[in-house]
């Protein structure tokens, strides 16, 4: 029960990451990178495009760049983003805390950061780590929430905050954007390339991309999942099929007894599945606790850094491992019912020399 349990778990905590990223967490379309050294008038004149684009639903100005963070002890390279206007960005970017689902707001006293990042650095909210700067000296940052976040790393800041840290403002050098939801992907990749042919981009990219990458990635594993899977349910069969084939024959004398006394064969197995489903369901109870336990220290174990797999287990997936569990037990069942049959009496009550 536990293994089936860790089977049926990995594929919800691997494969829910890219739906929960891509359509709950960064719930933009797509991200467009500007070319270097433009003006302020460049700059005006691509917003006033996208303002005027009636295919793009909503757009704003982010800062990106590669940065690592430290405590002082551990680094973590990290993508570091401003975004221009915070009082937008739940409609971009999604923070929340992945077990309790309360959300945050981007504010001007410290920095949000993704919840992989936090645990590699051993760092917590109300704690202080700081942005690597080899030129000017690092850079003191305070982290004021830590958000869900399965891909990457990410520190967040406010433009005020951004520029309380590195004292400048940030350059912008690109732009989220989305389009309407009833857009297919096509129709949204056609806007990216009326996008693209502005002078003022260097290049678009789209979540979906990603998001078919991700997912690619992880079909590898089905098969380690389907290989899991199978083997527990292998292993429950054995281990009930010898269990039930040393009880019936070290209980031979008490069941021949039995069936001396009048029992018919249907009752003499009736008294011993009643035994053999007790035990299956007091097996499968403490399978699933142990599973759960199982599940998340397998989770923990096979993570890389870039990524951060879930943590929960679907209902589904305790439903089914019990109903093959208890399927399992049904087989054997019925399959010890010819053992059951074939107990000769006579033999089975002769005393021992």
Known sequence: MALMIVGFGLRDSIFEIADIQYKE???????????????????????????????????????????????????????????????????????????????????????????????????????????????????????ENICENYMGHYIYFTPVYYEEV??????????????????SKKELEDVGKEILAEDEVLSVSYMHDIEKQLNDMLKSLNLVIVVLIISAGMLAFVVLYNLNNINITERQRELATLKVLGFYDPEVAAYVYRENILLTFIGAAVGVVFGKFLHLFVIQTVEVDAAMFGRTINLPSYIYSLLFTLAFSMIVNGVMFFKLRKIDMVESLKSIE
């Open 25 to 143: 967490l960064q719930i933009y379309d797509g991200s467009i990178y500007l070319q270097e050294d433009l003006t302020e008038e460049d700059k005006n004149d691509l917003q006033a495009f996208l303002e005027k684009d009636k295919d793009v639903d909503r757009f704003m100005d982010a800062y990106m760049k590669n940065v690592t963070l430290t405590n002082g002890k551990k680094e973590r390279a990290t993508y570091e983003c401003v975004l221009g206007t915070p009082e937008e960005a739940e409609q971009y970017v999604h923070f929340r805390d992945r077990k309790t689902k309360e959300t945050y707001e981007l504010s001007d006293h410290g920095v949000i950061i993704s919840e992989k990042t936090a645990k590699l650095l051993d760092a917590k909210i109300g704690d202080t780590i700081y942005i690597k700067d080899e030129e000017t000296g690092n850079k003191e940052v305070k982290i």
């Open 166 to 183: 590195f004292g400048e403002e940030p350059e912008y050098n690109s732009i989220f954007f989305a389009v309407d939801d009833s857009y």
